[in-house]
């Protein structure tokens, strides 16, 4: 019988030590020595125009690289090479059709390992989306209402996730959200 409890308890102690072993972390989802942080985001809701027919841009913003252990001894194999953006739309207004999902490939970025990378007027929607769902609708020669909410706005929040690699190959990524208020 002592040879059956013991069968028993083995796998349910390594079970339990496997689950306290996770984290809530979300610097520990990623393979690498580093995490990345942006910082520097406008605050509260952007008003976009879609009668400009301008891309959206994030005026000023930082991505920083910092280490996960304070004893790390980082090098230039830890540094950012951040290349895929992909931002997912979802409406904060009552509506359910939200703008398509967007994967920008367009621009690298480079974040050394314990530095920062500032940004400059950053696209994070395209123009081109204002003449989709659920945007055109906002347009005066559609309506110039939404006709899920009856209203002459449009509110989505973008959650924005950038993926990149650190020069010895190893997968990052951050994410980080902004709300934004399409009008005519």
Known sequence: MRTYRLALFVPVALAALVVAGCSANDSTKTEAEVFLAVTQIPEGVADVSIATTADVSIPSMTISSKSKSPSAVLSQQDDAILSEWVVTCTRTDGGTVASPVWHNFNQTIYVPAGGSAPLQNYRIFPAEYFQQAPLYQLFPANGGFDTETGQTNIRQ?????????????????????????FFY
Do not use: M, P, W
């Open 157 to 181: 929040r973008l959650h924005i996730e950038i993926f990149g690699k650190t020069v010895a190959g190893k997968k990052l990524s951050v994410a980080f959200d902004v709300n934004l208020n």
